[in-house]
Structure formats: C-alpha cells, structure tokens
C-alpha cells in the first residue's frame, strides 16, 4: 500500500510565486485533509474535501490560497502570490470516514515549503 | 484562548520511567478524541482513540474527563522510542482540531 503520497517533499521559491502542492489519497478513502504545520502555530487544518466536493474551507487563510480535488485520486492545494509567511509544512491526509472505526487520519509524508 | 491547548515540554524521563500529560478542550459539544504521535521532522500518526470509559493500549493508556474537558496520555515503562511529540486531536461537529503538541524526550 502506498499511502498518501505528496509531491514536491520540499520547494523554495521566491515571493510573489505561484506554488501547487499535489496529494493522491489512499486509493478508497472519501475524505481529504490539507493541513499547514508552523511551530508558531501548529498544525491547522486548511480544508477537507468528502468525494471530491469542498465541505469546509473556513481554515483557508484567505483569497491567496486555492485548493481542488478534480477526482478521487488527486488534489491541489495553490497559493498565488506565495509570501514568505506561508513558509510552512503541509500535510495531505485521507480517512474512510470521520467517524467511528474507520476514522483514521493517515498523512503523507507533507511538503516544506520555504517562500524567500 | 486555543481550542485545545496542551504542555508543550519537553517531558525528559528517564527509560523505564511512567509519563503522563494532559490536553484540554474548550468545547463541551466535542465528540471524539484522539491522541496522534508525532517524530521529529515527520508525519502524524494515530497513536490512538480515546473512548468515555478510557483505554490501554499496552503500555499507553488514555482517559477522557468529560466534566473537567480534558483528555490524558499515561506511558508506562517509557522505551527511547517513545520520544516523540504526541498530538491530542478532538473532533466536534466535523471540525478536527489539533493540539500543538508534548514533546517527550526519553534518556537512557
């Protein structure tokens, strides 16, 4: 099983860049997290998707930042234009469910992003 | 006021030793817990869930105070591996929030 995978693992760019993060979710899970993690402020959840469709943004820091899942097997977290404050770890993760049993988070290994 | 706050430590115990931390929520209406673990430089994962009457895991053990809302981490017979930031998660109404973390630092 391959898990959640994410690409790129670590990305520099210079402000005022266009950035896309890219995960595929464990083949099956109907759920999908993008976290940001900053020792400041710890880990944050951004948005959660549930069959591709949007359920709660209110995470998103604001209009620089865009997230898409076109099908069950691939999704995007963008931010145009990139500041150096967005300089962060960000994690993709997928459930089966949010509840019960079957709740588990499982995460991918996230991308470092540094914005100079 | 955080959500959910927790010690950040570290914690150093000594190997062998018992460890235990706490993590408080501020809302009542929560519904799930969780206790995620965390090494350096690396993903979180589900160490375990936390259920109303409290649970074991072998040597980790989980308790929930409903009244004082908060929830509690023990490790027993602590291993070197053990170190590692753990996570306390809770869920309520569709919304996960994550605590910023403990840090434990077990020493031979």
């Known amino acids: 099983d391959a898990g959640v995978i994410q690409s790129p693992r670590h990305e520099v760019t210079e402000m005022g860049q266009e950035v896309t993060l890219r995960c595929k979710p464990i083949s099956g899970h109907d759920y999908l997290f993008w976290y940001r993690q900053t020792m400041m402020r710890g880990l944050e959840l951004l948005i959660y998707?549930?069959?591709?469709?949007?359920?709660?943004d209110s995470g998103m820091p604001e209009d620089r930042f865009s997230a898409k899942m076109p099908n069950a097997s691939f999704s995007t977290l963008k931010i145009q234009p990139s500041e150096p404050r967005d300089s962060a770890v960000y994690f993709c993760?997928?459930?089966?469910?949010?509840?019960?049993?079957?709740?588990?988070?499982?995460f991918g290994p996230g991308t470092r992003l540094t914005v100079l | 006021r955080k959500e959910v706050e927790q010690d950040p430590g570290p914690f150093n115990v000594p190997e062998g030793a018992t460890v235990a931390f706490n993590c408080t929520y501020s809302?009542?209406?929560?519904?799930?817990f969780f206790w995620y673990r965390q090494d350096c430089r690396k993903e979180p994962k589900l160490l375990m869930s936390v259920y109303s009457s409290g649970n074991e895991d072998g040597r980790f053990t989980a308790q929930l105070n409903r009244a004082s809302q908060y929830i509690s981490l023990l490790i027993r017979d602590s291993k070197l591996s053990d170190s590692a930031t753990y996570l306390c998660v809770v869920k309520g109404w569709g919304k996960f929030q994550f605590g910023a973390g403990t840090q434990v630092v077990v020493t031979p």
């Open positions: 809302n009542s209406a929560s519904q799930s």
């Open positions: 993760a997928s459930s089966l469910a949010l509840a019960g049993t079957r709740y588990e988070q499982f």
């Open positions: 998707f549930n069959n591709n469709v949007p359920i709660d």
